[in-house]
């Protein structure tokens, strides 16, 4: 509106002198600044994978701004890729990059079916793009588009597998694993006894063939860290959903409440959740659920009842950032922190959305952190560092991370498989319990 016309409207309307020059000079504030960011349009839309990681690009219309987001579904990841070409790419060519939440919208209201992990990743890729080129446009790292820092570092969690330090089968050599990871500054451990009886090819060292056998030597395993650690640090114990039965797993909470654990992960899969009131009937042990959630109707309930004490949402699989800011924010009220699911399955622009979240919301709880290759470095400079058992983000436009897509071209899904995760293209194949039943991850 130019100054004329606003005044006339002031003038119009009655308003007092004084406030009229301070609305023009408003307004002009307001133009100037549009003219100096005119509204980006989606170009083009690519999609980079490396090994079992997916990451979407934007391309504005202009010149050198583009962003990156996070679409990784290890086990899937070639599925998403078709989502975004064939699907995403025709609904958002030519339309405006700064509109992050009408996007959102549309996207989700796509394909008449809301919310599946594939869709969801797809259009995680997506919204995370568009902050990042949010935050390039005006010059600014993400978290200060959420609202800036309340906190300069978020305190991390990890494991011995993360910092490559070979998991020793015995109790004792895990123990002084967990002595090293301290002596770096980690004031919180994802820790466990590794089952002997456990195929060699599960890569979690939480699953096991029995969980009854399981829960038990947990229970040795962790009365064993308190008596050599103390209670200093804090202890995460990842269920993984691996119980025969949910009354078996209120049973292993209850019973270990003494040890006073940081946190228990999913102690119960998505069918099992109305089990989760029973847990808080029995005691007192924080429990963490959420790296599987897709729908919020499946974390709204957990929050809205404090059924939980972390949410452990996998913010990729659950469709970016946009809608997990609002479940943080819904946490918030409800007294239910973060603990933005890290495992090696995400990008490092996953990691670094999830890092972003973590210094700008109050309420954020612990985050997972996992180490990344030096591979992974050089193809993604400006990766996350744990530094004395917090994680930083780096203060650059965007999330601040630049990929080498020539050097991430060299490594296309199922290259870094190993053995039937190679053949299914790293899907999770023919895994069983004891007696025979599948396992239900
Ligand atoms: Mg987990």
């Not at 025709?90 to 989700?108: K, N």
């Not at 089952?195 to 962790?222: E, G, H, I, R, Y």
């Not at 119980?243 to 797993?249: D, L, M, R």
Request: include cysteine; hydrophobic fraction near 35%.
């Amino acid at each position: 509106m130019h100054r004329r016309d606003m005044l006339k409207l002031a003038a119009t309307a009655g308003a007092l002198a004084v406030t009229t020059e301070r609305a023009v000079k408003a307004q002009e504030k307001v133009e100037k600044a549009s003219r100096g960011m005119p509204s980006p349009i989606i170009k083009d839309i690519q999609v980079i994978t490396y090994n079992r990681l997916t990451v979407v690009k934007i391309v504005t219309d202009q010149p050198g701004l583009y962003g990156y987001g996070c679409g990784t579904i290890s086990m899937r990841s070639e599925v998403v890729t078709t989502d975004v070409e064939k699907y995403l790419k025709p609904l958002l060519l030519g339309r405006p990059a700064d509109r992050i939440e009408d996007t959102w919208q549309m996207m989700v209201n796509s394909a008449q079916w809301r919310f599946d992990p594939i869709m969801n990743n797809s259009m995680s890729g997506v919204d995370e793009a568009l902050w990042d080129i949010k935050g390039r446009q005006a010059g600014v790292p993400v978290y200060e588009l959420l609202g800036g820092k309340c906190r300069e570092a978020v305190m991390a969690y990890t494991d011995l597998a993360a910092v490559r330090i070979p998991n020793p089968p015995d109790v004792q050599g895990m123990i002084d694993g967990y002595r090293k990871l301290m002596a770096m500054g980690f004031k919180a451990i994802r820790a466990g006894a590794r089952d002997p009886k456990a195929p060699p090819s599960l890569w979690d060292a939480t699953v096991t063939s029995d969980s009854k056998v399981n829960f038990a030597t947990q229970m040795a395993f962790f009365e064993e860290c308190r008596k050599q650690l103390g209670f200093d640090v804090g202890l995460i114990f990842d269920v993984h959903r691996n119980y025969s039965n949910p009354t078996e797993s209120v049973q292993f909470c209850t019973d270990i409440e003494p040890l006073k654990m940081f946190y228990i992960e999913d102690p119960f899969s998505i069918e099992d959740i109305p089990y989760y009131k029973q847990i808080r009937q029995h005691c007192n042990t924080p429990i963490a659920m959420g790296e599987m959630f897709v729908n919020p109707n499946e974390y709204v309930p957990l929050i809205n009842e404090r059924l939980i004490d972390y949410m452990r949402i996998h913010i990729s699989a659950a469709g970016g950032v946009t809608p997990c800011r609002k479940a943080a924010a819904m946490g918030e009220l409800l007294g239910v922190r973060t603990s933005w699911h890290g495992s090696p399955d995400i990008s490092p622009i996953g990691h670094m959305a999830n890092v972003h979240l973590d210094v700008s919301c109050y309420n954020t709880g612990i985050q997972e952190w996992r180490g990344y290759s030096d591979l992974t470095k050089e193809i993604f400079s400006g990766c996350i560092e744990a530094k004395d058992g917090y994680l930083y983000p780096n203060d650059k436009p965007g999330w601040g991370i630049e990929i080498d897509e020539k050097l991430a071209a060299k490594y296309p899904p199922g290259t870094g498989e190993k053995g039937s995760a190679q053949k299914l293209n790293g899907g999770w194949g023919d895994y069983r319990r004891a007696d025979g039943t599948i396992y239900r991850p």
